[in-house]
């Protein structure tokens, strides 16, 4: 089954929402009149007003009964579900917002190694071993690295019992799905190296909480150097 079509308030709502988050409508800048966005956009004043509902929802406007509707300021009133927008307003894979999730991924790896490494049971563990023998084998493709990859890091998610970490995870998992091909060079051989992944499950195994957690930032900061242009 296809998706369905979007209709004229998402279409609004969805244009809206990408120059705001480009910067092509600034923070406290005032929207035109319903009168004006109806007539640019060709739909009704309803269909407007539906979209104005729909990127308040998303914290990207202030809307005031009898006054003007101005564009908030996102980073401060939007939240976690504007992250994919935001990836996919910058496009490229040394834009801001892809430093930003990667950060956000090297604190959660190395936090939730470390947790692993106190509570992890012996069938997580093997868990975690046989997705880095896998990361290791011969031959194995970036696009399949990125796979495992990610497996290993919500398999340690999971490890910690934090609900709210693997929410957070999902967010992460949404950014690098949504298109991954944009983080394929993250991947590349000269990149990439599950040896990281191996000395985790070593320290997670001998309940080495610092050695887990450091192999893991170390295993984000080689593709954080890549985003920042230092590789």
């Known amino acids: 089954m296809g998706t369905a079509p ?18 092509q409508l600034a923070p406290g800048e005032e929207f035109p009149s319903q009168r004006v966005l109806a007539d640019r956009f060709q739909v009704t004043r309803s269909s407007v007003r539906e979209a104005m ?20 300021n ?26 930003d999730v990667h950060e956000i991924r090297g604190l959660l790896l190395g936090w939730a190694a470390e947790r692993a490494a106190a509570t992890a049971d012996a069938a997580s563990i093997a868990r975690l071993n046989e997705l880095a023998q896998q990361m290791s084998a011969p ?22 019992g934090n609900q709210l970490l693997v929410l ?11 298109d991954a091909s944009r983080f394929l060079a993250l991947y590349q051989p000269d990149i990439f190296e599950p040896k990281y992944h191996r000395k985790a499950v070593a320290a997670i195994r001998a309940r080495d909480v610092d050695g887990a957690g450091a192999a893991m930032r170390a295993h984000a900061a080689t593709g954080l150097r890549l985003l920042k242009g230092e590789a």
């Open 74 to 99: 996102f980073v401060v009133e939007a939240g976690l579900e504007l992250v994919p927008v935001l990836l996919d307003a910058g496009g490229e894979v040394t834009g801001t917002i892809m430093r």
């Open 168 to 178: 957070l995870g999902n967010v992460v998992r949404d950014v690098y799905f949504r």
């Open 6 to 23: 979007k209709t004229p308030s998402n279409r609004i709502a969805d244009a809206l929402r990408t120059s705001i988050v480009k910067g």
């Open 53 to 72: 509902r729909q990127l308040a929802a998303w914290g990207l406007v202030k809307v005031r009964p009898g006054g003007a509707t101005k564009v908030a």
């Open 139 to 160: 031959k194995v493709k970036p696009a399949q690295l990125q796979v495992l990859d990610y497996d290993f890091f919500e398999q340690l998610l999971l490890i910690t």
